[in-house]
């Protein structure tokens, strides 16, 4: 302590009325370290000191991370999704109107069949080949900013024209989306439209005149979640049919001997419980397990998407 001292003080001045004191601080510089030593430990300490300056002041820079607690709202941006429906799971061979299963969803056919013929021009093995009539989506579709569409004339049918509608109230009414569209081609080409309709949406192909086309890759584009399900829905049934037995007990968590008290100074939950988690199902947003070797609980935050 009393080298650092005499170091702290350097070569200033020390202004006291006791000459002694002064007399014998100098004195004890020069026993501790010489002049070359001491010059050295001054410009380390110097630098020590400087070091420790610039390391808490960028640690006061940093924030900390605050995780979101009970009831936060979580904003969470909606992220693209791109939906193809390409018609080669459906099977339809007869043009009266009926209902056709898809990846996509329900459809009703009217007056149109899924072709496969050599004189359908697809992308595939399948398209829609539609007549006087019109294809209708049976469910609805959430997010969407644009949907395309390709299309071809049947085979050697002469030119004709098609409509795209749309639906912004479950099917009741339609309206047209764009304009009509000229049918003259014998290769798919792809016309695309803009949605601006911000809720559920589904729409309708609408045919006009006898000479057929084929219809093919109807592909939506959005945000968020587009609120369907692609693939073929599950017609397996429940999971618990002809299930006769009862229901298992529980299992429980097995603690050996060296498993810490529920209760006590030794307990896990020693320190509280901050979110007054609570074992039960009508806490199923706070909800604690115990583990017996620890305790854990969840508090799941509200999501909300935004877009």
């Not at 026993?31 to 006061?60: G, N, T």
Request: glycine share 10%.
């Amino acid at each position: 302590m009393i080298c650092i001292v005499s170091i702290l003080i350097g070569n200033s001045k020390i202004s006291s009325p006791d000459t002694k004191i002064n007399i014998q601080l100098i004195f004890i510089k020069e026993i501790c370290l010489s002049k070359h030593y001491y010059m050295k430990f001054r410009k380390l300490f110097i630098f020590l000191a400087f070091v420790l300056v610039v390391a808490s002041c960028k640690k006061d820079l940093q924030s900390p991370y605050t995780p979101p607690g009970k009831g936060d709202t979580i904003v969470v941006k909606p992220v693209p999704y791109t939906v193809v429906e390409n018609f080669e799971t459906g099977t339809k061979g007869a043009y009266a109107i009926a209902n056709v299963q898809l990846n996509t969803g329900l459809w009703s056919f009217n007056d149109a069949v899924i072709g496969s013929l050599a004189a359908d021009v697809k992308d595939g093995n399948k398209a829609v080949r539609l007549r006087t009539g019109d294809i209708t989506m049976k469910f609805d579709i959430k997010g969407v900013s644009q949907i395309s569409i390709k299309h071809a004339k049947y085979g050697a049918d002469a030119a004709s024209t098609w409509q795209l509608l749309m639906s912004t109230d479950s099917g009741t009414t339609f309206t047209q989306l764009g304009t009509d569209i000229a049918e003259s081609n014998t290769a798919l080409v792809t016309d695309s439209f803009k949605v601006t309709a911000t809720g559920k949406v589904r729409f309708q192909i609408k045919k006009q005149g006898t000479s057929r086309i084929n219809i093919d890759d109807i592909t939506f584009k959005g945000l968020g979640d587009p609120g369907i399900v692609v693939g073929a829905p599950d017609t397996g049934g429940s999971d618990t049919t002809g299930n006769t037995g009862t229901v298992a007990a529980d299992r429980g968590i097995t603690a050996g001997a060296d498993a810490p008290p529920a209760a006590g100074d030794n307990s896990n939950i020693l320190l509280g419980n901050p979110s007054d988690a609570q074992p039960t199902i009508a806490m199923n947003n706070n909800y604690l397990i115990d583990q017996k070797y620890y305790e854990e609980s969840y508090s799941a935050p509200v999501v909300r998407q935004t877009g």
